[in-house]
């Protein structure tokens, strides 16, 4: 197989979409520096915060949110999703496009619909469980579809053949030696080298119960030793914590670099979004997972797994209290081995090379 000479890459509207085309993108790039990489966006997605400045072509096309069921009529009758795709494809007829990789989200839809008029290869990338709906539209189009765990086949019957390749990671994420980064990590946001971290962070959007509940577990938490660095979320309301602890307890509103983050923790407190299982249990990192509870509970399914592996622990967001986590964070991240023997077994489930392998995945499917 030659080398691809231009990739269209479609995905946006949340960091679940966009940071692993973000990590494919990079992938492309080092394999092979002169591969011309455009990635479709729409005007109001946080693509346009995160591709650009990562010095990758973003195109805008109009993209339109879609019914929560899909079948064929949706296609052939709103105008409006042909003029996306009509928009679609223009870019990919101007950039000469080998292939449409898609990570999901509205914009999606119009990429994958130009690039099967053009009888295109599409393949595509899916986290979830079920399948978000534009993938799931797109896989009307594409036998290639891709996957980043294990029990995704298993446990949606439309994804029953695609390939597990797991989640393209960034570089940063996906080579970090955590033990040899921690003392830089934990000086950088002005934690004690000598006392146990808890690293708390709800995904980007941040979670308001978590917060809640450890702003109310700070002072039990300080009295132990346990040290906190806590991403509250950049559109949540600040929650207020206890002053004079003996012990930092650092807050911030966002954080771009969390690998510093996952460098500086002995354990983790978040949610279960697919990029956050994906890149701690890549890392080796034991994590406290809280699934978002107003879904349709894919991020329990995320979780499980690790969960299961025993890479982790798993509560309800309801169960989340104060005196939960007192009584569960304290003796667990006091205790090294058990952390250790956690860390080991989301290593072991988890894995690092899901951008090659994705890339191997494509060059298959341009082959044919």
Known sequence: MGPLRSVVLAGGGTGGHIYPLLAFADCLRRHDPGVRITCLGTPKGLENELIPPQGYDLR???A???????????????????????????VIDEVRADVVVGFGGYVSVPAYLAAWRRELPIVIHEVNVPPGVANRLGMK??????VGFPHQPAQAESLRDARVVGVPLRQRIAGLDRAALRNAARAHFGLRPDLPVLFVAGGSQGAR????????AAKELARHGVQVLH??????EPVPIPTDLPVP?????????MELGYAAADLMLGRGGAMTCAEVAAIGLPAIYVPYPHSNQEQKRNALPVVEAGG?????????TPDWLERTVIPLIRDPHRLAAMGAAAAGYGRRDGDEALLDFVYEAVAR
């Open 312 to 320: 982790g622990l798993l509560v309800d967001d309801a169960e989340l």
């Open 249 to 257: 307890y650092v807050t911030l509103p966002y954080l771009s670099e």
């Open 141 to 146: 189009f594409t036998k290639h579809v891709a």
């Open 209 to 216: 119960s978590i917060n809640l509940a450890v702003a109310g």
């Open 64 to 90: 339109y949110q879609l019914p929560r069921s899909v079948n064929m009529n949706l296609v052939k009758t709103p105008g409006r999703m042909w003029t996306a795709a009509r928009a679609a494809g223009k």
């Open 60 to 62: 805008q096309i109009p």
């Open 231 to 236: 991403v509250m979320g950049a559109r949540n």
